[in-house]
């Protein structure tokens, strides 16, 4: 590449970062709440059903996973970019895509679903997905992604189908980014811009937003670094050396640098929000664990119906949507078994495979409510075509937030999609898992069951006398423990209760 394009290159890149940058600086604000989500069936992608052609594929061979054909073009819709600038991470608003991928040899089938996923991502985020390529090479290559080759057979695609947005399946380098888009002439973005993306429509509470604003900046921050250090290398090329400082010190160079400070300083306030956060969490845990109120953590694989599950076993509206992502923080709900053992369910985030990693820790803080709980309900969708991947995935990460200790029940949902051959399958793989339905209810009361002979009893029982004006006692009793007996005494309420071994001696007063 010449000086000059670089210069060029350089330059529009500069403003594209001008815009992100403002754009995130000015806050979250404007941007929580005016989700313009619109849930998508993320299983009727089209383009990406079909069984795929596995030739005697040679290196560099490229897939159709669907006739062409058989897509619905969109005409009459220019496909050419005409200003480099509109390119941006955030805010996608996708609208059609193309979405590749590249695998090596005997990976296809993993890059196939790995595509399917990315496929519902994109219609989560609110694109309409074209169709999916998979090009077979050992590595990407290091300046285009896909071979130069197809990526110009990649832009005749785009061109004929009308899309406007190229997706890889992939965390693409700044460079990569760049020099596809120079070849296919339309905005192209990684998976983990996706994500992002996704996440900062999703994200609801003070802390879920912060998380995920920092997780923006800190995807953005390598990407102006990258423009900042082409630029350097190029100065010292020419002055070689330490002395690279003259040359380099154009407006260009001075404005990454300022951005660079702003994001920063911006990174840093959110940071020590977030940390300022923690205690207010870590107070309301703590409130439940002094109580003794044991838990169960519904985990599991994005759009696995964890949500439906804790909808159907406690009859809770939590948001369900057919959309990965539906639940981005914990939400906690109250429950109680047959025999009046109080408990709750926190319904968690869903995992994803190659989580970016700058998404890791914002996933990580909702994922802390597993860690302090006393069951993990592990929920996997019955119908997915790998289930076995999605366990292995979601048990890792438990594994992580040590959560390895604690209990786990599998839970295969969406039975009423899952034939008997598929039964057959999962309980190989996870002999002791509960069927379940969410949607027709199957297999809700053995879980129930199940639930119940795992969590803790109270053991030690009280004989309580409690003043009748003192209601809030008899509420907490309700709340922390089993009630056996009531009678109403002259003195007050004579109560027969089993509590936790802890809790006892915050009753002592009312001893009868
Ligand atoms: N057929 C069928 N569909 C189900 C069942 N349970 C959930 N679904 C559907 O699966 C989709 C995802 O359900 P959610 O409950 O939102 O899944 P989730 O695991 O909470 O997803 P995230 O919060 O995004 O991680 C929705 O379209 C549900 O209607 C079931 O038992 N059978
Ligand atoms: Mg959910």
């Known amino acids: 590449m010449t000086a000059m394009t670089e210069h060029s290159s350089t330059g529009t890149e500069r403003q594209e970062s001008d815009d992100v940058v403002d754009r995130i600086l000015r806050g979250s604000e404007t941007r929580a709440g005016l989700s313009v989500f ?30 062409r054909q058989a897509l619905r073009r969109v005409a009459g819709l220019s496909t050419e970019l005409e200003d480099v600038t509109e390119v941006e991470y955030r805010q996608l608003r996708l609208e059609n895509v193309v979405l590749i991928g590249v695998y090596s040899q005997g990976s296809l089938q993993d890059a196939e679903n790995s595509l399917r996923e990315l496929a519902a991502l994109a219609e989560t985020a609110g694109a309409v997905v074209l169709d ?13 992604y896909l071979g130069s080759g197809k990526a110009i057979e990649l832009k005749n695609t785009v061109m004929a189908l009308g899309a406007d947005t190229v997706i890889a399946d992939t965390e693409l380098a700044p460079s990569q980014r760049r020099a596809l888009e120079d070849v296919v002439k339309v905005k192209v973005i990684d998976r983990t811009a996706v994500i992002l993306d996704i996440f900062s429509q999703h994200a609801k509470s003070r802390e879920g937003k912060a998380q995920v604003e920092l997780a923006q900046l800190e995807y953005l921050l390598p990407r102006l670094r990258g423009w900042g250090e082409s630029m ?25 640098e300022l951005d660079r400070r702003r994001i920063h300083t911006r990174m840093a306030i959110l940071r020590k929000k977030i940390k300022e956060m923690k205690p207010a969490r870590d107070a309301k845990r703590a409130n439940r664990v002094r109580n003794v109120v044991p838990s169960v953590a519904i985990a599991g694989y994005t759009n696995a119906g964890k949500s439906s599950l804790l909808n159907r076993l406690t009859r809770a509206g939590v948001l369900v949507e057919n959309a990965l992502f539906a639940t981005l923080d914990a939400t906690v709900r109250k429950s109680v078994t047959d025999d009046g053992r109080p408990f709750t369910y926190t319904d968690t985030v869903g995992f994803v495979r190659n989580l970016p990693h700058q998404l890791v820790e914002a996933f990580r803080s909702t994922l802390e409510e597993v860690e302090g709980s006393d069951i993990i309900v592990h929920v996997v969708d019955g119908s997915h075509p790998d289930p076995a991947a999605q366990l ?16 786990e029940v599998v839970v295969f949902n969406k039975s009423d999609l899952v034939d008997e051959g598929q039964r057959l399958v999962l309980r190989g793989l996870v002999p002791d898992a509960v069927f379940v339905s969410a949607r027709t209810g199957e297999g809700i009361d053995e879980l129930r069951a199940k639930l119940a002979e795992l969590l803790p009893r109270p053991e030690v029982e009280l004989d309580l006398l409690v003043p009748y004006d003192r209601g809030e006692v008899i509420a907490r009793i309700h709340e922390i423990g089993r009630v056996v007996d009531v009678q109403y005494v002259e003195a007050g309420t004579r109560v027969i209760a089993k509590v936790y071994p802890q809790d006892a001696p915050t009753l002592q007063e009312f001893v009868a």
């Open 38 to 67: 619109s849930p998508a069936s993320a299983i009727q992608t089209r383009g990406l059903r079909g069984p795929a052609v596995d030739g005697d594929a040679t290196d560099g061979d490229q897939f159709d996973l669907e006739d």
């Open 132 to 144: 999916g390529l998979l090009q077979r090479r050992p590595n990407p290559d290091p300046s285009t």
């Open 232 to 256: 350097s290398r190029q100065a010292g090329g020419q002055v070689g050396g330490a002395g690279a400082g003259m040359g380099s010190r154009g407006p260009g160079e001075t404005k990454i």
């Open 392 to 407: 292995a995935t979601v048990r890792e990460v438990i594994s992580e937030v040590d959560g390895r200790e604690i209990p």
